[in-house]
Nanobody, 114 residues
Framework: QVQFVESGGGLVQPGRSLRLSCVAS????????MGWYRQPPGKQRERVAG???????DYPDSVKGRFTVSRDNAKNTVYLQMTSLRPEDTAVYYC????????WGQGTQVTVSS
């Protein structure tokens, strides 16, 4: 059974940084493309980063240049380094396969506010 456990969220001021982590289990992590997704309050979930098994990465324009995704196959962990955070980055952040499976973790709340 696939499981994702996200951590690292919190309340930060605009312009600051956060690093999120996600540990995956129940999958052969090293052969899975992975993604980070977020769901802002009252909005649909959207993908904010993707990383392939060969470390190719992809971002939407809204976070390009500010977010960096990486992975550690030895730890079954995917990371999301977020810099220059904006209030509009406020959301619950999730990791999942890329494309996403139907199994979602609890997510980690990121709130950007002064």
């Amino acid at each position: 059974q696939v499981q994702f456990v996200e951590s690292g969220g919190g309340l930060v001021q605009p312009g600051r940084s956060l690093r999120l982590s996600c540990v995956a289990s129940g999958i052969r992590f090293s052969v899975q493309d992975m993604g980070w997704y977020r769901q802002p309050p009252g909005k649909q979930r959207e993908r904010v980063a993707g990383i392939t098994i060969t470390d190719n990465v992809d971002y939407p324009d809204s976070v390009k240049g500010r977010f960096t995704v990486s992975r550690d196959n030895a730890k079954n962990t995917v990371y999301l380094q977020m810099t220059s955070l904006r209030p509009e980055d406020t959301a619950v952040y999730y990791c999942n396969l890329w494309p996403a499976s139907n199994s979602w973790g609890q997510g980690t709340q990121v709130t950007v506010s002064s």
